[in-house]
Nanobody, 123 residues
Framework: QVQLVESGGGLVQAGGSLRLSCAAS????????MGWFRQAPGKERDFVANINWPGGTTNYGDSVKGRFTISRDNAKNTVFLQMNSLKPEDTAVYYC????????????????WGQGTQVTVSS
């Protein structure tokens, strides 16, 4: 059974940082590209970042470029999202996802999803 388990969310003041983790199990990690998406209340799910295997290619959404960094530890089957200079508009539930296909910003291309972790940025 495939599981993606996110952690690291919480409440932070604007300008602060958080590091999200996503631990994957039940899949061959090296066969999957990994992505982070987010969804704020009343809004559509947005692409945040993705990374291929073994990690040489990354992509970012325009709103987070230069502030967020995605990385992966293939030995620990874990993907990370380092979030710096957080803004109130970054408040959302953040989801980790895995795709066996070519990296995409389209969530429909992702096969497996985590349960999400809440990130709240206060002004």
């Amino acid at each position: 059974q495939v599981q993606l388990v996110e952690s690291g969310g919480g409440l932070v003041q604007a300008g602060g940082s958080l590091r999200l983790s996503c631990a994957a199990s039940g899949l061959i990690f090296s066969s999957y590209g990994m992505g982070w998406f987010r969804q704020a209340p009343g809004k559509e799910r947005d692409f945040v970042a993705n990374i291929n295997w073994p990690g040489g290619t990354t992509n970012y959404g325009d709103s987070v470029k230069g502030r967020f960094t995605i990385s992966r530890d293939n030995a620990k089957n874990t993907v990370f999202l380092q979030m710096n200079s957080l803004k109130p508009e970054d408040t959302a539930v953040y989801y980790c996802a895995a795709t066996p296909a070519v990296l995409s910003r389209n969530g429909a291309r992702y096969t497996y999803w985590g349960q999400g972790t809440q990130v709240t940025v206060s002004s």
